[in-house]
Structure formats: structure tokens, C-alpha cells
């Protein structure tokens, strides 16, 4: 880490903090309190949080960095995690084969989709990536179902060989993935008072991956190669008059993020044992696009970001129901209750999907550079009022 | 031969959706050069046009019908549409019969009212920022606008049926001098690629013999120097979406019969559409309406049992590999023209 | 024998004849000035050097072997720099990364995944930018926005990116063109000095007469896309066919 300049250093100590104690973190409120229904501190979520982080940290590698925009990244995370599943079934229930096989899987589907796609830029190099997806989708949901298990998906079953491992537990059940003895799912409590802190070694493993994850991103935004990648997205004309040949750069951007894809697949795998065609459609392929945005393209944070805010509001946003309103407005005299009730009602539980949208259209239009650059302008505008000498903006603004 | 004709039959219909919803895109990316990924929830808004319509059709008051009673001997009240009331049961059945069709009168004003209201209020201040920030904020008000309507309508699709006069088939094979029975075609389909034929023939008539389309032709080839002429090429492009978000509306109102509307189609169609447009040529109203009926026939022929045999899951994934196949070997598409989006 | 020979070269868009038998020669460490009215077929000319258009007919020849049918890319391995009429430069990055760029590319354009060593880590890179930027005189800019800088800088900016590739032919379309007068000076006295301190070829279209007759050894007239003349400078201010075809028109 010799080599990271004081900001990354910052910014790789506060997502190993924020990451290593999520569980306390996103478990605020005491259990059985009215709040606690916003606690995300339970491994499941937490995992998501984490896995989808990689993913879009990946993801903001190809397109924040060069400003190729992929519609079909999550055919990678979908054959990561097929290749997971299959290396479960075959070699062994330690999750380190199964994920590096899910990365090389993912990594050489890439290069063969990265190699066509990037013949073309811009939208059509969309429409390349979001069709090979599609194929990608509609193959694994039909005619290779007996790769893919097709609709219900790939399982692991009682029969399965698994040369490094027995096919069935003593008990006649089928094994869980684990870490040289630790299982994936295992948990343990941790009661202090009323409040209840869950600790489970797949989310500390897939922590532990995240870091690890986002520290080699750091090295890759700082290195040459993504000085190079950056040019690329400033000004293509320029790098070929400079006698760089773009492409080789391009690929191996989308290699790099087609191999966190895949990272991220074996990772969803590792944490529960099967795969599912439609982790590769392209509405999965909108929401990783959707995170990186929300959280800030091409910054290093963003994505990490993005991904927990849109899983927070998916899975804790979308719990609030009608009742739940009409207890928190219960101070309010029944007719304006209910009239806010009715206002409300629309963007939360199932409706959270137009939250997101309505957020992410206001995120476009009006902070491009997404969480991290709203942060920003909170920050120079606290800064500014603080010291009313100062200069009144901190940022210059490219002229043209 | 018989399952050749059939073959291209079924795939027209499919072909006419994908030619109007690509020939709104290309109108828009043409004039205005905004790619429009909120292109297929203005053909699902005219899907649920033709929902409402029928709705609103149905709409009923509950009276007391003193003459029938049910199994306990109380009085039936019975449920009664207003437009009985109105016109009379006949007619008033016959109006509700012809709900889709009369959807089209409806839906023009309010695809048109959406459409200037999407490019006034949204799209007018995208013109100038780099096409992945026009996806992404139209892709945005895809999202929003399909959860509106599923937050009317409901996640299960709507069975809006055409009027009884069109359903059943035609028998086309007899008509031609096969067997009976061979080539059916249901009458609904029939309507609907007449219907897209005429729509498609009216926006190119109304581009080649209009002053209007004139202006537009030429903004599409050259929007500065039109601009510069000092002609208002901005109103004019404003009008030119709501015509473009109309025809992907009737495309939605005519297309419900065929599949029931839900909120999701648009999408669905979204992504096919897409491909659709790239496959003619970014930019060539031509391309996008051949491409379209090319890519529905041939995704037909691809579900025929015999060609399945010999590739499985062809018809999963023809239209991509086509797509894939054009993009790489002539890159501008079909019909495309040179320098559309190259940079 | 010339380091740049052009031969016969000509190139037809649909009906228009944008060039036809172009010959030019271009000595080896002068500088060579390419002048002519508008839609004489300069910039056709200038594509056609740098692999942005393929000539119809004819060759051109660069150090003794053909640029034609190769990439931009590669023809700028082949030692061929170009300074564009707008200046083309990464404007989302700052100077100093601009710099690094062509620092960091190799002559042969050898692709190199770099990607876990730091930027900052490659001193000799860093160093070479870094003595450029001081050469061009904006050390100071080193950290600002390449896009927020006046079109004077941008020009020097992009004049440096070029030379930091050590080339051994510096293409440069009217590279004042736009430029306030006290930028256009500065640009002529910056090719000036690097004309005579350098080993380096200089081609330059150019419409402004003074930065000509500034910079030029030798002047070609292009004229309707043909040339009418190949001379030194002060043969071609005397010139009538050139008065006629383009002084007097400009007059």
C-alpha cells in the first residue's frame, strides 16, 4: 500500500471500517423497536451490499473509466456464477475453486464479447453488448438448460459426484459451500441490551473480497494503463494520432470488469448454491448501470455507493406498507393522515421501483456526477460559508 | 411452401410492432438526435390508452332490476354500462364491442399531449449532453413511467379483446388455391399489418409531400443549416416527437388484442426495437421499417419446427445474431448513412 | 529526395475532384508550407498524409516506404505527428497527464497493460513530461484542467504532446487558426525555435499569409486541388499565377 496517495488511503481505510462493521452499523435500532424494520444488518442483505459493490466497482472500471456504456454486464455475473455452481457440483464445496473458476469463466466470455462489441463505440457498442447478453439469456433459459437447469435454475443435488468432497453430509443432506471448514451460512449473535448484532462468515468473506477488490481498483485508477483509459473516453482522435491503437485498452478494461462480474457471480453463488437464467437479463444489466450512476461514474467510491443505496431502498424501502405509514402519521388529524397517506403510498413498497427511477432521472439530469459529486457540492458549500473570505467555489469548471 | 407463406404471415404482425416502434425512434434520433430508450413505454402507454378507453366504456351504475330475480327471490341489481343509457343497448354494446378501434381516436390526442410534454419537459435540455446521458435519463423515465401505469393498472396483463367481428381466422391458404385449413391467419393480424402499412405510408407521405416534412428532411440532414435559414426547427421537432410518440402509441392501442397489455411490454418490445433500428441504419426511416418487417419474418421462419431441429434455440436468439452479424459487417446498418453517430 | 514524397496523388468524392495529380516533395528539416484559397483540397491533402483518407490514385511515401491503407495510429509510429485546427487534446485530464500520454506511449505503440504500478511511481516518465511542459512553458498549468485553458495553451499544449513523441514530421493544419494576434506570434516564435532546434521536418497548411512568410523554406500553391507551384518564398510573393489564384483573391 506503499503507494497510495494519503486520499485513497482514506478512502480504502473507510470502506475496509464501513464494510468490517456493517453488521453494527446498518443494525441501529434496537430490536423490536418500531424502527427496527430498517435494520439491514442481517447477513443476507449485507452480502448484497458487498457482492453488488464489486460488481458495480467492475463495472464503473469500463464504463467511468473509458465511458463505454455495457447493457449486458450481468451475462458475466450470470456464467460466474453458473461456473460457481458447477465447480460445487464437481470438484468440491470450498468456495476459492469455485470463484476462480467463475472469475476465468467470466474473464474469457469477455474477451470474446469485449473483442466484438468494441469494434464499434458509442451506441452501437451498447446494443452489441445488450444483444450478446440477450443471446446469452435466452440460451441458458432454453436450449442449454441441461448446463443451466434452464427456468428452475442451476441446483446442486444428493447426486451430485464432487471428487474433493462427499456427495451428501452424514445426515443425508446436501453439503453448503465453506472455507476450509467454515461454513458460508454460518452466524453467530452478538446480544448487547436490546439490540442484536449478527456476525456471518460469508459476509466477512465477501468483505474481505470487496476490499481486497476495491484496493486493486484504486491501483488500476492510478496506474498508467488508467491514465490511458481515461484519454480514451476524453479524446480518442488524440490517442490515435499519438500511435496508440485504442482497442487493446478498451478490451482489457472490459475484460477487468467482466472478470468482477464474474467475481461477483461466484460470490452470489458461494453464498447460496444456485443460478438462475434471469440474473443475466437485461434489466439486471440496467441495475448495475443504474448503481454506478446513482453513486458516481468514474469516481472510486460511487459504485460502492450506488450499489448499497439501491439495495438498502430494494429490500428496506420496499418492506414500508400502507399500515406502516398510518402508524408514523398517527399524530397527524385523520384526514391529513390519510391524504398523506395517499401521497406517499405510490413510491414506497412494491412501488420503491418509481422512487428509483424518479431518484435516477434527477440524478442525470442534475447531478451527473452522482452521490459523490452531491457530497462535494455539500461540502465546498459548508466550506464556503464557513470561511466567507474563501474563494466561492473550490472546483474549476472545464470551459468548454 | 404452404409453411413458407404461413412462416412470413406470422411473422408480419410481429414485424409491423417492430417497424412503427423503430420508425418513432429513428424519427426522433433522425431530427431531434436523441437516442429514446423511453420509446417502448410510449407504445405501452397507448396499449393501456386502449385499456382505459374500455374502461371508461364499461363504466356502469348498479340499478335494481325489478323483472329478474336471483336464486332467493330478492330482486337482481344488475350492473349498467352509461353508454347504454346514452345510446341504447345495441348501439351501446357495439360501442363497447369496438373499444380498440375507437382507442385510436383517443389515443392520438394523448400520445401527441405525452409526447410534446416528454420533449418539452425532459428531452429539449438533452440535445446538447453526450448520448449515454440521453439513454440513461430516458431509460430513467422508462422505469418511472411503466411503474405509474403498474401502480394503475396492476402487474397482470389485461385481456383487451378485439371486436367480435374480427375474431376467428382467414382461412388465406383456400384463398389462394392450397388445401383448407393449411395457411389460417387470424383477422385480427390481417388488421393489424393493413393498419401499420397505412400508418407507415401516411408518415412518409407526410414527409415527402408536406412543406412540414420537407423542413424535417432537411433538419434531419442538416440541422444547422436549417436552423441557421431562420426557420423554427425546434417547434417543428417538438410537433415531430408527439407524431413519433403517437405512432408508438397506435402500434400499443392496435397491438393489445394480439397480446394483453402489461406493464412491462414496452421494455419488452424496447430492446428488439433497439436492435431493430441499428440493423436498418441509425437514421434511415426506410432501413427501420425494413428491418422491421425483415427481423419479424425471420424470427418466424426461426421458430418453424424444422429449423429448430436442425439448430436448437434459434428462435431465442436469431434477431441478436443478426443484429451482432450486420453491426460487424456493415456497420452503418441496412440502409444507414454515413456519419450517424460514428463518433 | 524528400522525407515526405507525394506522387500523382488524387481523390474524388462522388462528383467533385478534390485533389488531381498532386506531386510535393518535402525536404528533410525544412519547413514546408502548404497555402491555397479555401476548397483548394488542403485539408483532403492533409487527411490523405495521416491515414484519415485513402487517395484514390498515386502514393505517398514517408522515410521511403507508404503510408497508404495504414491506420493513424500507425502511421504515427512511422514518426508523423499532427497538431489539428481545433486543438485535439484530453480535456478531461490535466496538463500533466495530457503530457504523459505520448510520454507513456511506446514508438512502436506496443500495448502494455500497466495497471498496478502507480502513475506516480515512473519517474523517468515523469520527468521527461515534466521537462516538456517547462520547454512549453506552462510547469505552472501542470495541474489544471486541459479544457480550461485558453486556445493559445491548448495549442502549445498540443504542439508539446507532439514533440514529447520525438517525431521526425510535425503536420500542423492552420495552427493559428482563431488565435488572437499576441497567440499567433507566440506560435510562430515556438515553431521557430523548434524548427532550429530540432531535428524535425515541419509541414503546415495555412491560410494566414504572415505566419507563412514567418515560418516557410519552401511554399507549395494548391489550387483547385492541384499544385501550381513549388518555390521558395520569395519567388512565390512575386508570382503572378499565384497573385492571380490566390494573393489577389485574399487581397
Known amino acids: 500500500m506503499k503507494s497510495l496517495t494519503k486520499n485513497d488511503l482514506t478512502l480504502l481505510v473507510a470502506v475496509a471500517f464501513l464494510t468490517l462493521f456493517a453488521p453494527f452499523i446498518l443494525n441501529p435500532f434496537p430490536e423490536g423497536s418500531a424502527m427496527a424494520q430498517f435494520n439491514a444488518g442481517y447477513p443476507d442483505l449485507m452480502q448484497r451490499f458487498v457482492i453488488f459493490g464489486i460488481f458495480a466497482i467492475g463495472f464503473n472500471i469500463l464504463f467511468g473509466l473509458t465511458g463505454y456504456l455495457s447493457f449486458g454486464h450481468a451475462a458475466f455475473l450470470g456464467v460466474g456464477s453458473y461456473a460457481a455452481v458447477w465447480m460445487f457440483k464437481l470438484l468440491s464445496m470450498n468456495v476459492i475453486p469455485a470463484i476462480i473458476l467463475s472469475v476465468i469463466v467470466a474473464g474469457l466470455f469477455s474477451l470474446l464479447i469485449g473483442f466484438v462489441s468494441l469494434r464499434r463505440s458509442g451506441i452501437y457498442f451498447s446494443i452489441l453488448t445488450l444483444a450478446f447478453a440477450q443471446m446469452m439469456f435466452a440460451l441458458a433459459y432454453s436450449v442449454l438448460t441441461p448446463i443451466t437447469g434452464g427456468e428452475t435454475g442451476l441446483q446442486l443435488a444428493l447426486d451430485d459426484p464432487r471428487i474433493l468432497g462427499s456427495s451428501q453430509t452424514p445426515e443425508g443432506n446436501i453439503p453448503v459451500p465453506g472455507l476450509f471448514g467454515m461454513e458460508m451460512r454460518d452466524s453467530f449473535d452478538l446480544e448487547l441490551g436490546s439490540w442484536v448484532f449478527t456476525f456471518n462468515i460469508g459476509y466477512y468473506f465477501c468483505a474481505l473480497v470487496l476490499i481486497a477488490s476495491f484496493y486493486l481498483a484504486i491501483r488500476i485508477f492510478r496506474s498508467p494503463f488508467g491514465m490511458m483509459l481515461r484519454a480514451v473516453k476524453s479524446n480518442q482522435q488524440r490517442m490515435n494520432y499519438t500511435g496508440l491503437n485504442t482497442r487493446p485498452y478498451t478490451l482489457a478494461a472490459f475484460v477487468i470488469s467482466g472478470m468482477y462480474a464474474g467475481l461477483a457471480g461466484g460470490l452470489m453463488a458461494s453464498m447460496d448454491p444456485l443460478a438462475g437464467a434471469e440474473r443475466m437479463q437485461w434489466t439486471a444489466s440496467g441495475e448495475v448501470v443504474l448503481m454506478t450512476i446513482l453513486g458516481g461514474a468514474g469516481t472510486l467510491i460511487g459504485p460502492v455507493l450506488g450499489a448499497g443505496f439501491i439495495k438498502y431502498f430494494e429490500n428496506i424501502f420496499s418492506k414500508i406498507n400502507a399500515t406502516i405509514l398510518h402508524e408514523w402519521f398517527a399524530f397527524l388529524p385523520d384526514g391529513l393522515e390519510d391524504f398523506i397517506v395517499a401521497i406517499l403510498y405510490p413510491f414506497i413498497g412494491k412501488g420503491w421501483h418509481l422512487t428509483l427511477g424518479i431518484l435516477f432521472m434527477m440524478v442525470v439530469i442534475f447531478l451527473p456526477g452522482g452521490l459523490v459529486e452531491g457530497g462535494q457540492r455539500i461540502r465546498s458549500w459548508l466550506q464556503a460559508r464557513k470561511s466567507k473570505n474563501g474563494r466561492p467555489n473550490g472546483t474549476t469548471e472545464p470551459a468548454e | ?343 | 529526395m524528400g522525407i515526405l514524397e507525394v506522387k500523382n496523388v488524387g481523390k474524388r468524392f462522388g462528383g467533385l475532384q478534390a485533389l488531381s495529380e498532386v506531386n510535393l516533395s518535402v525536404r528533410e528539416n525544412s519547413v514546408h508550407a502548404i497555402i491555397g484559397p479555401n476548397g483548394a483540397g488542403k485539408s483532403t491533402l492533409l487527411n490523405c498524409l495521416v491515414g484519415k483518407l485513402i487517395p484514390d490514385t498515386g502514393s505517398v511515401m514517408f522515410d521511403g516506404k507508404s503510408v497508404l491503407g495504414r491506420a493513424p495510429y500507425e502511421i504515427n509510429q512511422m514518426g508523423i505527428s499532427r497538431v489539428f485546427q481545433t486543438p485535439e487534446i484530453f480535456g478531461d485530464l490535466t496538463v500533466l497527464e495530457n503530457m504523459l500520454i505520448p510520454c507513456f506511449a511506446k514508438r512502436d505503440g506496443a500495448f502494455e497493460l500497466n495497471a498496478i504500478s502507480s502513475v506516480m511511481d515512473q519517474k523517468e516518465v515523469l520527468e521527461k513530461a515534466e521537462h516538456m511542459l517547462e520547454e512549453m512553458n506552462m510547469a505552472d498549468k501542470r495541474h489544471m484542467h486541459a479544457a480550461a485553458m485558453s486556445r493559445g495553451d491548448k495549442r502549445r499544449l498540443e504542439i508539446g504532446m507532439c514533440l514529447s513523441q520525438e517525431p521526425r514530421l510535425l503536420l500542423l493544419d492552420e495552427p493559428t487558426a482563431g488565435m488572437a494576434r499576441a497567440d499567433t506570434n507566440n506560435t510562430i516564435d515556438l515553431l521557430k525555435q523548434i524548427s532550429d532546434e530540432r531535428d524535425i521536418t515541419i509541414a503546415i497548411i495555412e491560410h494566414d499569409m504572415h505566419v507563412v512568410f514567418s515560418l516557410a523554406d519552401r511554399i507549395t500553391v494548391l489550387a483547385q486541388g492541384t499544385p501550381l507551384v513549388e518555390d521558395d518564398p520569395q519567388n512565390i510573393k512575386g508570382n503572378p499565377k499565384v497573385r492571380e489564384a490566390y494573393l489577389g483573391e485574399s487581397a
Open chain 2, 1 to 343: 411452401m404452404d409453411a413458407i407463406i404461413l412462416q412470413i404471415l406470422n411473422g408480419l404482425d410481429k414485424g409491423s410492432a417492430y417497424a412503427l416502434i423503430a420508425l418513432g425512434l429513428t424519427l426522433i434520433f433522425g431530427t431531434l438526435g436523441v437516442v429514446n430508450f423511453a420509446h417502448g413505454a410510449l407504445f405501452m402507454i397507448g396499449a393501456f390508452c386502449a385499456v382505459t378507453l374500455s374502461r371508461i366504456l364499461t363504466l356502469s351504475h348498479t340499478v335494481i332490476d325489478e323483472t329478474k330475480t336471483d336464486f332467493l327471490g330478492n330482486p337482481l341489481k344488475v350492473d349498467v354500462p352509461y353508454v347504454h343509457d346514452i345510446f341504447g343497448i345495441a348501439a351501446g354494446n357495439a360501442i363497447i364491442d369496438w373499444a380498440v378501434p375507437l382507442a385510436i381516436l383517443f389515443a392520438i390526442p394523448v400520445m401527441i399531449l405525452v409526447g410534446v410534454v416528454m420533449e418539452r419537459g425532459l428531452i429539449k435540455h438533452f440535445y446538447k449532453r453526450p448520448h449515454a446521458d440521453q439513454i440513461l435519463v430516458t431509460f430513467g423515465l422508462a422505469i418511472v413511467l411503466q411503474e405509474v401505469i403498474k401502480y394503475f393498472y396492476g402487474a397482470n396483463p389485461i385481456p383487451t379483446p378485439a371486436p367480435a367481428a374480427f375474431k376467428g381466422s382467414f382461412d388465406f391458404g383456400a384463398a389462394i388455391g392450397f388445401d383448407p385449413n393449411l395457411i389460417i391467419y387470424p383477422y385480427w393480424r390481417i388488421i393489424y399489418f393493413l393498419f401499420a402499412t397505412l400508418i407507415i405510408g401516411g408518415v412518409f407521405a407526410f414527409l415527402q409531400f408536406t412543406t412540414f416534412g420537407m423542413v424535417v428532411r432537411a433538419g434531419m440532414a442538416d440541422r444547422e443549416t436549417v436552423g441557421l435559414l431562420g426557420i423554427n426547427i425546434d417547434k417543428r421537432f417538438t410537433i415531430m416527437f408527439g407524431i413519433a410518440a403517437a405512432v408508438a402509441g397506435l402500434a400499443g392501442v392496435m397491438y393489445t388484442p394480439i397480446n394483453s397489455p402489461n406493464y412491462h411490454m414496452g421494455m419488452d418490445f424496447l430492446v428488439l426495437s433497439f436492435v431493430v433500428v441499428v440493423v436498418g441504419g441509425m437514421g434511415s426511416l426506410p432501413g427501420a421499417v425494413l428491418a422491421g418487417f425483415l427481423l419479424g419474418v425471420l424470427e418466424s421462419f426461426a421458430s418453424m419446427r424444422e429449423v429448430i431441429d436442425i439448430i436448437p434455440g434459434i428462435n431465442q436468439i436469431i434477431i441478436y445474431l443478426v443484429a451482432i452479424i450486420i453491426l460487424l459487417t456493415r456497420p452503418r446498418g441496412l440502409m444507414g448513412r454515413k456519419g450517424v453517430m460514428e463518433d
